[in-house]
């Protein structure tokens, strides 16, 4: 079955520098590549998604790039901000589930 | 806006204990899944369902059950809790493969 690897599992970072979170997959199949952001006691909310036909997608200060080839896929966070502060996991499509990394833990410092 | 509602936040049980976890939402969505969040090793899929009466194994079914008897409604059963039970367990739903999926807000489980 699908197995996702997120890589690193924690990543501190100065206000305004840029993060960047990597995430690998198995299974050539998936097509649909979401990333989930999970605030302290908060549920997972979903901040960007990518599906397989497309290489790259923006949505203001956070990217998300697609290497289908490698099958590997990463989220860019630009002008990190203290609450950007979370965890953050990625997932990969199999038919009819979606598999997660093991997340990622984000601090941004002031 | 997408609900799903997980009825118990908070639950302390004793080892042996069954135990029922609620969860409903109102978007009218085929799926239904159920994850277990633990330090360390993200979320894993426990079950999952895409029509009533309908499950599937995930990644980590043993020592769990579920029950879809209505689209809207997918319960998780602990049949004998046990002590390596003590998660956080979350609820989701969506629209057919390939699409977003939306949480609960989780239920914590500490198993004593």
């Known amino acids: 079955g699908e197995n996702v690897e997120q890589h690193p599992s924690t990543l501190s970072v100065q206000e305004g520098d840029s993060a960047v979170i990597k995430c690998t997959y198995s299974d050539s199949a998936s097509n649909y590549f979401p990333w989930y952001k999970q605030e302290l006691g908060k549920r997972p909310q979903l901040i960007i998604d990518?599906?397989?036909?497309?290489g790259e997608k923006k949505d203001q200060r956070i990217a998300v790039t697609l290497n289908k080839t490698a099958k590997h896929f990463s989220l860019h966070i630009t002008e990190t901000q203290p609450e950007d502060s979370a965890v953050y996991f990625c997932?990969?499509?199999?038919?009819?589930?979606?598999?997660f990394g093991q997340g990622t833990t984000l601090q941004v410092k002031p | 806006d997408v609900k799903v509602t997980q009825s118990s936040r908070y639950l302390v049980k004793r080892t042996g204990e069954k135990v029922f976890l609620e969860c409903v939402q109102d978007?009218?969505?085929?799926?239904m899944f159920w994850y277990r969040q633990d330090p360390g090793l993200g979320l894993r899929l426990i079950y999952f369902?895409?029509?009533?009466?309908?499950?599937e194994k995930g990644d980590i079914p043993e020592g769990y059950s579920v029950s879809r008897e209505k689209k809207e409604r997918f319960s998780l059963i602990l049949e004998s809790a046990s002590t390596n039970q003590t998660s956080m367990y979350l609820c989701?739903?969506?629209?057919?493969?390939?699409?977003?999926?939306?949480f609960g807000e989780g239920s914590w489980l500490t198993v004593v």
């Open positions: 369902s895409y029509d009533v009466k309908m499950k």
């Open positions: 990518i599906r397989s036909n497309v």
């Open positions: 997932a990969a499509s199999t038919p009819g589930k979606l598999i």
């Open positions: 978007m009218d969505h085929e799926n």
């Open positions: 989701a739903s969506g629209r057919g493969a390939g699409n977003t999926i939306y």
